[in-house]
């Protein structure tokens, strides 16, 4: 059985919605049609894109790779048959935390005043990614070097920004204008496992942390630290996109800067991502 762009918009579907029966709807046809385009793609590759069980179904490793294939084609598919409609689709634009920083709502303004038939869609992922490599967003800004290099992907520096210190703001901390990371040092530091740059590598091996008290998201880390648990580590756009009462956040002069990037996938999956690169690039240099 040949594969064609049919099957490739089904698997999509069941990604998005991961369900056979909510894919089912959307795409208005049956649960059994649904099914069988998956079996028939699975049989084409020769690989499992899905794990499914009655209550359940989830992406196997190939299915997340394959989705990133097959999002590409549809997205060249479409442009190639009609960029305007496409271009009217909304720009996904992820991030995990602090979004663009100072330039967030520069961005966004801009962006409707320039682009309006396209909305852009600011949406925050709790991934290291935030969202890029699931195909959840078309574009991200990211902070730290840690996605540099990743295969298939674009990214493009635009920014370096100071790093601060967050401390409980009725602790000894709080009452100082400054601190170092010898400071900090002392106390329980909060990592971000899931879409934090902070680490015990941040310290030089003979000073490092006591120890390490782990999160999955900014919401976690901002309440871990106003209730005293530790202390954290992030960039200074933290404390004007996130602030808390119980929080003080301090100016952290020793610390090296975060660099700032906008990712995007090589097979960009909307045509409006490179005017998206070039605004953000000349909001973040004053080009």
């Avoid at 490599?133 to 070097?145: E, S």
């Amino acid at each position: 059985m040949s594969i064609e762009l049919r099957h490739l918009r089904c698997f999509l579907a069941i990604a998005e919605e991961s369900s056979l029966t909510r894919a089912a709807a959307r795409l208005h046809l049956t649960q059994p049609a649904v099914s069988r385009n998956l079996v028939a793609l699975e049989k084409h590759l020769g690989v499992r894109l899905a794990e499914r069980s009655t209550h359940h179904l989830a992406l196997t490793a190939e299915g997340r790779a394959f989705r990133e294939k097959a999002a590409a084609a549809v997205a060249a598919f479409d442009a190639a048959l009609d960029t305007g409609a496409l271009r009217r689709r909304p720009l996904r634009l992820g991030h995990a935390w602090s979004a663009f920083g100072p330039y967030t709502t520069p961005l966004l303004r801009r962006w409707e005043r320039e682009h309006p038939e396209t909305p852009l869609e600011l949406l925050r992922i709790d991934d290291r990614t935030a969202g890029l490599i699931r195909g959840d967003v078309d574009a991200a800004l990211l902070r730290g070097p840690g996605v540099v290099g990743t295969p298939g992907l674009v990214t493009e520096l635009l920014f370096t920004e100071p790093r601060v210190a967050a401390v409980p703001a009725d602790g000894p901390l709080a009452a100082r204008p400054t601190l170092t990371l010898a400071d900090l040092a002392t106390r329980p530091i909060l990592v971000n496992t899931v879409s934090g740059t902070t680490t015990p590598s941040l310290w030089p091996p003979e000073a490092g942390p006591v120890s390490t008290v782990t999160v999955a998201n900014t919401d976690d880390w901002l309440a871990a630290i106003a209730a005293g648990r530790g202390v954290g580590v992030s960039s200074a756009s933290t404390a004007d996109m996130h602030p808390h009462p119980g929080v003080a956040f301090r100016p952290l002069p020793d610390a090296p800067h975060l660099q700032v990037f906008l990712a995007w996938r090589e097979a960009a999956t909307h045509p409006a991502t490179h005017d998206l690169a070039t605004l953000a690039w000349h909001l973040a240099t004053g080009a």
